[in-house]
């Protein structure tokens, strides 16, 4: 193992620049050259691989984003398309490949594997916390936090009109975000994917829990069977006469920002553990968290199972939203 290059893929999350700047560092700490691969496999396929040192490095812990850039490249998809990013590989000769994203990235390096003879890892790094074998993937704890900071401000003006506010807040099909988020700010209700929406339920609870209050707030997953914020809204208001009804969509604020130190932390000690583990001669293997131990377990087993949302949290929720 002499030259490995690293790659952020998918939608970007906070924490991508520390584990890439923990990838760089760790080579140059152990004599491997470190390359970066820029806007994920698209770059790949373009060619655009370029050696890291030091100073590419340098002042990028804290910075939200990727400062390599990503993309969910349909090119990669095709088998013209990977094996034009092989020949730039080969050309680099590089022997690993760190891949930092979700299970679709993933999936794009095992064929990779397949292919051409290289090692592969892959660092699960989304927003959404949507991997199977992590307790959690970089960037998650950043957006968790800027969406309870969101509902909280959001919060204010409810309470200061006496509204009740529909917020959508991003996980793909996953209510890991969703969820959590509304453990953590105190919100009136949830919907998720995971669970069967029901109308006449939720304006039910909606009513019961306004009682008293100045102002409720109902977290939407964007995956959620029923709709997004503004679709589910809809579909109460001809229940809720009387009431003052918004939405709000948090959007992509959800995906940027300075990482928490949480995920500066996990980014840098998974992008330390990928370098150890090429070179170990590991390849196929996906790092995870469980709890504060870094462990690690087999791409293929990450990508054929779906992360699995602690349903006990909903119980709880469910639990602080019943009237005694
Ligand atoms: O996977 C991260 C994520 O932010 C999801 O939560 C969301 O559904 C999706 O990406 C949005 O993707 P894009 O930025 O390509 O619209």
Do not use: W
Request: charged share 25%; with cysteine; aromatic share 4%.
């Amino acid at each position: 193992m002499k030259n490995i290059a690293v790659l952020t893929s998918g939608g970007d999350a906070p924490g991508m620049n520390a584990c890439v700047r923990a990838v760089v560092k760790t080579c140059l700490s152990k004599g491997l050259t470190p390359f970066g691969v820029m806007d994920g496999y698209q770059g790949m396929i373009e060619g655009r691989i370029e050696k890291l040192g030091y100073g590419d490095v340098d002042n990028i812990i804290q910075r939200g984003g990727t400062v390599l850039g990503t993309a969910r490249s349909q090119e990669f998809l095709t088998a013209e398309g990977r094996q034009k990013a092989i020949v730039h590989l080969k050309e680099q000769a590089i022997d690993g490949l760190i891949i930092v994203g979700g299970d679709g990235s993933f999936k794009g390096a095992t064929i990779l594997a397949e292919e051409m003879e290289i090692a592969i890892i892959g660092i699960p790094g989304t927003i959404d916390n949507d991997i199977a074998g992590t307790d959690h993937t970089i960037g998650y704890d950043t957006a968790l936090n800027t969406v309870v900071e969101a509902v909280d401000k959001i919060r204010d003006t409810a309470s200061s009109h006496h509204r009740v506010f529909f917020i959508e807040v991003m996980g793909r099909n996953a209510g890991f975000i969703a969820l959590n988020a509304a453990l953590a700010s105190g919100a009136e209700g949830v919907l998720i994917p995971e669970e069967v929406t029901d109308i006449p339920l939720l304006v039910k609870q909606i009513k019961e829990q306004n009682k008293g209050k100045r102002s409720s707030i109902i977290i939407v997953a964007e995956g959620d069977d029923g709709g997004g914020a503004k679709e589910i809204m809809e579909q109460v208001r001809p229940f809720m006469d009387g009431y003052d009804l918004r939405y709000s969509i948090l959007g992509h604020v959800q995906r940027g920002g300075n990482p928490s130190a949480f995920d500066r932390i996990l980014a840098t000690r998974m992008g330390g553990m990928a370098v150890d583990l090429l070179m170990k001669g590991e390849t196929n293997l996906m790092i995870g968290s469980n709890g504060d131990r870094l462990i690690s377990q087999t791409i293929l087993e990450g990508i054929n199972h779906s992360a699995t949302l602690d349903l006990e949290k909903l119980d709880l929720l469910k639990d602080l939203l019943t009237k005694g």
